[in-house]
Nanobody, 123 residues
Framework: VQLQASGGGAVQAGDSLRLSCTTS????????IGWFRQGPGKDREFVSG????????EYADSVKGRFTISRDAAKNTVCLQMNSLKAEDTAVYYC?????????????????WGQGTLVTVSS
């Protein structure tokens, strides 16, 4: 199983980016997906998660109202739409897959990780 995160880039504060996480390999296994980020000098933190079915999701308080998570089961893809970006959103963003119906806010609960995509927001 592989996860591929993409869509990062360098933007100005207030701009938007759309990150994608595509899974490949065991397509017969559905994964709950979590997005995490790690900023400079910071610990990895939970950003958002979505259940395997897409029926449940959660956001960190710091991104509520600005980020939206969604999944396209046919494409094995989970997207994170990030609007109104702030300088403090600057980080490497990782997607992680969990062989479970439910996501977790703990990075230790995930079985597979993508390579990360860098988001840089300048003010």
């Amino acid at each position: 199983v592989q996860l591929q995160a993409s869509g990062g880039g360098a933007v100005q504060a207030g701009d938007s980016l759309r990150l994608s996480c595509t899974t490949s390999g065991r397509s017969d296994i559905g994964f709950a997906i979590g997005w995490f980020r790690q900023g400079p000098g910071k610990d990895r933190e939970f950003v958002s998660g979505i259940t395997r079915t897409g029926g449940g999701f959660e956001y960190a308080d710091s991104v509520k109202g600005r980020f939206t998570i969604s999944r396209d089961a046919a494409k094995n893809t989970v997207c994170l739409q990030m609007n109104s970006l702030k300088a403090e959103d600057t980080a490497v963003y990782y997607c992680a897959g969990r062989n479970n119906l439910y996501y977790s806010t703990s990075a230790y609960a995930y079985d597979y990780w993508g390579q990360g995509t860098l988001v840089t927001v300048s003010s």
